[in-house]
């Protein structure tokens, strides 16, 4: 059972352009969502996150959209650049219990 | 300030053998613990998470077991490795609530053969 959901695996975006990196999950319990980056052979590296009682977050280049009805949410990266290629997972977890769940992550290339 | 300890960084294990890995945080207290597993090419899969010392809960049965003996050790066990047990294994640690990030070690490779 997929509770967090990353449908595309790849992503390819040129320079200077606008990212877009989707997210869907299924429990409804979940109400704190997260965005990693991962580079191969290393840990995760936190990037920004959103609570349920908002409906978008915003740090530099990097926003996060969340829209609950539709248990959908996104991170938009402006302008891309070459160093944003990496994988990027989206995450969710409730505010009460431990749990945290990953999706299965979308593969972001930005070309030159 | 906070950092976690994850070892050792590679492991080549034969099929049949125990395996015990490490995850230790320093500069906290009462930390949520995790483990997770990445195969080739998938995602992150949790595997275990912990609230307290002695609570765990496991999120996939499997050939493998996890233990807390102190508030900020977390161990991933198993008595026999299968070849599927190969991956990328990384501990992470939050502040207790949930409404925080997780901070990951940098993860072993475990290569079973």
């Known amino acids: 059972d997929q509770q967090v959901k990353q449908n595309s695996p790849s992503l390819s975006v040129q320079e200077g352009r606008i990212s877009i990196l989707n997210c869907d999950y299924t429990n409804s319990m979940f109400d704190y969502f997260l965005w990693y980056k991962k580079y191969p052979a290393e840990g995760p590296t936190f990037l920004i996150s959103?609570?349920?009682?908002?409906d978008k977050n915003e740090d530099g280049r990097f926003t996060v959209f969340l829209n609950k009805s539709a248990k959908h949410l996104s991170l938009h990266i402006v302008p891309s650049q070459p160093g944003d290629s990496a994988v990027y997972f989206c995450?969710?977890?409730?505010?009460?219990?431990?749990?945290?769940?990953f999706g299965q992550g979308t593969e972001l290339s930005v070309k030159p | 300030s906070q950092t976690i300890h994850q070892w050792p960084a590679t492991l080549v294990q034969p099929v049949g053998s125990p395996l015990s890995l490490e995850c230790t945080v320093e500069g906290t207290s009462n930390p949520n613990l995790y483990w997770y597993r990445q195969a080739a090419g998938r995602g992150l899969q949790l595997l275990f998470y912990?609230?307290?010392?002695?609570?765990i809960s496991s999120e996939v049965p499997q050939n493998l077991s996890a233990s807390r003996p102190q508030d900020r050790q977390f161990i991933l066990s198993s008595k026999k490795l299968l070849l599927s047990d190969s991956g990328f294994y990384l501990c992470a640690w939050r502040e207790i609530g949930g409404g925080t990030e997780a901070f990951f070690g940098q993860g072993t490779r475990l290569t079973v053969v």
């Open positions: 959103i609570s349920s009682i908002k």
């Open positions: 995450a969710a977890s409730a505010l009460v219990g431990g749990k945290l769940i």
């Open positions: 912990s609230v307290g010392i002695g609570q």
